[in-house]
Each structure stands twice: as structure tokens, then as C-alpha cells.
């Protein structure tokens, strides 16, 4: 199995986006939670994460979006889902997380969400 690999960009109003690709499972899900976590010390609440190259997330990957969603929303912000993979999409389909996260699959629509 390969790793994960996480970019983060700083977009216009207090977004951030995080690229990552790779896996997200039960081995890498920690790296992501720490960025995550990151993130929210530096009062960063309004997150998109784009994961057109995530090759596989498994349940412990998308754990790591669930238990953030509730500290984004209650500062205001929110956790954007930009452009799942297939495969990812299908996971977050399965686990019924398609309710919970925005999807989109344009990265000026995941903008918009915030605005």
C-alpha cells in the first residue's frame, strides 16, 4: 500500500484546501487528523478537501472527517468533500456520509458552500 500525501492551500476568505492523495485508512489516518487539528489551532474552520487522488479511504480515513465536522460547524465553517474519487465516493456512500458531508465537483462550487 503507498502512503498519504497531504497539500494545503490557503484560499481567499479564510478557507483552506487540503489536497490529498494516496490512502487513507487505518495506517495514514492520523497524518490527516493532525492537519485537521492543525488547522482548527489556527482558527481555521472552513476546510475543502479535495480528493480526486485518493486512491482508497477506509472507515478510520473517513472517522477522521466526522469527528472534525462537528468542531467546523460549531465554529462556523464546515468540511467540503471536493471531487471524491470513485472509489472514495462509493465509501462515503456506504457509510451514508453523502448526508452528513457537502459533495461537490467543482472547486469554485466548494467556494461558494462557504459564502
Known amino acids: ?5 497531504i497539500r494545503k492551500k ?3 476568505g479564510g478557507i483552506v484546501l487540503i489536497k490529498a492523495s ?11 487528523e493532525n ?6 489551532r489556527k482558527q481555521v474552520f ?4 479535495r480528493l480526486d487522488e485518493l486512491d482508497y479511504i477506509s472507515s478510520a480515513g473517513a472517522g477522521v472527517f466526522i469527528g472534525a465536522i462537528g468542531t467546523a460547524t460549531a465554529n462556523g465553517g464546515n468540511i467540503v468533500l471536493l471531487s471524491p474519487s ?7 456512500d456506504l457509510l451514508g456520509l453523502s448526508q ?15 459564502n
Open 35 to 40: 492537519e485537521i487539528e492543525d488547522l482548527f
Open 100 to 114: 452528513i458531508f457537502p459533495i461537490v465537483f467543482q472547486e469554485s462550487e466548494a467556494v461558494g458552500y462557504f
Open 46 to 49: 472552513k476546510i475543502i478537501v
Open 22 to 32: 494516496g490512502f487513507l485508512d487505518a495506517h495514514t489516518f492520523e497524518e490527516m
Open 1 to 5: 500500500m503507498s502512503g498519504l500525501t
Open 86 to 92: 470513485g472509489n472514495v465516493k462509493e465509501v462515503f
Open 10 to 12: 490557503q484560499l481567499n
